[in-house]
């Protein structure tokens, strides 16, 4: 079963940074690419970043040079870190996987970016 668990949410003042850390099942981790999705109100939910699981990375034009997608396979975790927030960042934080034609996520973190 494939599960995945964001963590590191939370309220920082623009300008401010937080780091994001999904940790997956070690059945799946190091085989595929995972990615950081996100959904604020009233939005329909976007790619933030992926990386491949060799570590190649792409990202949303609206955060390239902001935030920055990594992964260490020994601790099956995949993380974003995320500076320079602004509010127009504010949202919940989605891990996800896509195995064959099944996506997977997680629960979801919430970051608050207040101006």
């Known amino acids: 079963q494939v599960q995945l668990v964001e963590s590191g949410g939370g309220l920082v003042q623009a300008g401010g940074s937080l780091r994001l850390s999904c940790a997956a099942s070690?059945?799946?981790?190091?085989?595929?690419?995972m990615g950081w999705y996100r959904q604020a109100p009233g939005k329909q939910r976007e790619l933030v970043a992926t990386?491949?699981?060799?570590?190649?990375?792409n990202y949303a034009d609206s955060v390239k040079g902001r935030f920055t997608i990594s992964r260490d396979n020994a601790k099956n975790t995949v993380y974003l870190q995320m500076n320079s927030l602004k509010p127009e960042d504010t949202a919940v934080y989605y891990c996800?996987?896509?195995?064959?034609?099944?996506?997977?996520w997680g629960q979801g973190t919430q970051v608050t970016v207040s101006s």
């Open positions: 990386i491949t699981r060799v570590g190649v990375t």
């Open positions: 996800n996987v896509n195995i064959g034609s099944l996506g997977y």
């Open positions: 070690k059945s799946i981790f190091s085989m595929y690419a």
